[in-house]
């Protein structure tokens, strides 16, 4: 989460967004993610009125639905999506179903978990593709379009 809030932080400083969101809930603690993520940015020179957060988001999915929504309220147009590098097919897969212009980009990760989390991505996103069964990405048959 670090890695990808750092790089966040870096394209914001260098003028590739005007703001940062931040998704997340407690998910497997009682740390709210996107709390702890704009802390963090925060701590790093990012105004709190450039945050942006959701806190209800329980799995990827979550967090992509509930930022294109997020996106589309406040009339963004496009968005640079920083996921870490073994979730980047998953995340550009789930948000080719929605109307929004995105770029997804890789945080920085350990060439160990990048190919062993890498592979584990590789199946299921494989196994989601050829078979259809989406509980493994936390979709239901509806939110595929």
């Known amino acids: ?6 790089k966040a932080v870096e394209l914001f400083q260098g003028g590739r967004a005007k703001y940062i969101l931040f ?11 996107a709390d702890v993520m704009a802390e963090l940015a925060r701590s790093l020179g990012v ?66 978990s990048q190919l062993l989390i890498g592979q584990w991505e590789n199946y299921l996103l494989t196994r989601l593709v050829l078979s259809g069964d989406s509980k493994y990405y936390g979709l239901s048959p509806e939110q595929i379009k």
């Open 47 to 112: 105004s709190k009125s450039a945050v942006v957060t959701d806190r209800k988001a329980r799995n990827t999915y979550h967090n992509l639905f509930n930022a294109v929504e997020i996106a589309h309220k406040n009339r963004w147009s496009s968005a640079l999506v920083v996921t870490s590098p073994y979730h980047v097919k998953r995340t550009a897969f789930i948000l080719s179903h929605f109307d929004l212009d995105y770029q997804v980009v890789s945080s920085h990760a350990s060439w160990i």
């Open 1 to 6: 989460m670090r890695q990808r809030v750092l």
């Open 23 to 33: 998704t997340g809930g407690a998910v497997y603690n009682s740390y709210v993610e």
